[in-house]
């Protein structure tokens, strides 16, 4: 399988892991934390958040698994893996903190928010750095 092709595969199991992970997140507390921060401002459109958001995690794998990939193999993939997902984090953090700013949510929804992004973002790194390896020494020699 091609680099390319690969990075994309291993992207798109990066976004499942996190998507899963937020999902698990979302079911268990994020849900009722949300809704009743949001409840004055009336319904939001969850369905068309989460089918947007469900594309861009797939774009942010790719992103993610690209940098990744692009890093020597070494003992410290994990430590490449957790600069990855804060290269990620970071941005969506400071995005949440101005959405929630202007939209004047409690800043609890944003540090939760930021919170259970942080864990999810790690974790489906380390996952996406573990199926590269493996994907590596799988790989047949030309």
Excluded: C, H
Excluded at 25 to 35: C, S
Excluded at 90 to 100: D, E, S, Y
Excluded at 102 to 115: E, F, N, Y
């Amino acid at each position: 399988m091609s680099g390319w092709r690969r990075t994309f595969f291993i992207g798109v199991a990066w976004a499942v892991v996190y998507n899963l992970l937020w999902g698990l997140a979302w079911v268990t507390f994020m849900r009722r934390e949300w809704l009743s921060a949001t409840a004055g401002a009336g319904s939001l459109p969850w369905e068309v958040i989460w089918v947007v958001w469900l594309v861009l995690s797939i774009a942010l794998g790719v992103a993610v698994m690209a940098f990744i990939g692009q890093r020597p193999t070494s003992t410290l993939g994990w430590l490449v893996a957790v600069v990855g997902a804060l290269t990620v984090w970071l941005p969506l953090t400071l995005g949440m903190a101005v959405v929630a700013w202007r939209s004047s949510l409690p800043v609890w929804i944003a540090v939760l928010d930021s919170l259970v992004n942080l864990v999810a973002l790690v974790l489906a790194s380390l996952t996406g750095q573990w199926l590269k390896r493996v994907a590596r020494s799988g790989q047949r020699p030309a």
